[in-house]
């Protein structure tokens, strides 16, 4: 069984920050593959970034160089450091695991959290 807790949405002004944490139990943390998804309302589930188990990285287009996703092992979290939001960042962020990184399509991921909420200002 894999348990992912999201935590670290809020509200923010355009150009602001925030820090979305995803707390993983239930397994050995690091082989897994860890991703992070955006849902705007009305829209499809979105990747927008993950890590692999050797800490490769894969970025959506619209976030590189805004967003940086990261891992620490020793306390099985991962992080999703977003800088410079926008408006359309606005939505549910949810925290996605898998065995191996196959892609960042919400089809590659099999445990999801149950999402913290991020709303952008303009």
């Known amino acids: 069984q894999v348990e992912l807790v999201e935590s670290g949405g809020g509200s923010v002004q355009a150009g602001g920050s925030l820090n979305l944490t995803c707390r993983t139990a239930?397994?050995?943390?690091?082989?897994?593959?860890m991703g992070w998804f955006h849902q705007a309302p009305g829209k499809e589930r979105e990747g927008v970034a993950l890590?692999?188990?050797?800490?490769?990285?894969r970025y959506l287009d619209s976030v590189k160089g805004r967003f940086t996703i990261s891992r620490d092992s020793t306390k099985q979290i991962v992080t999703l450091q977003m800088n410079s939001l926008r408006p359309e960042d606005t939505g549910m962020y949810y925290c996605?695991?898998?065995?191996?990184?196959?892609?960042?399509?919400?089809?590659?991921?099999?445990?999801w959290g149950q999402g913290t909420q991020v709303t952008v200002s303009s």
């Open positions: 996605a695991a898998e065995v191996h990184c196959y892609g960042l399509r919400t089809m590659d991921f099999g445990w």
């Open positions: 239930g397994y050995s943390y690091n082989p897994y593959c």
């Open positions: 890590i692999n188990s050797d800490d490769s990285t």
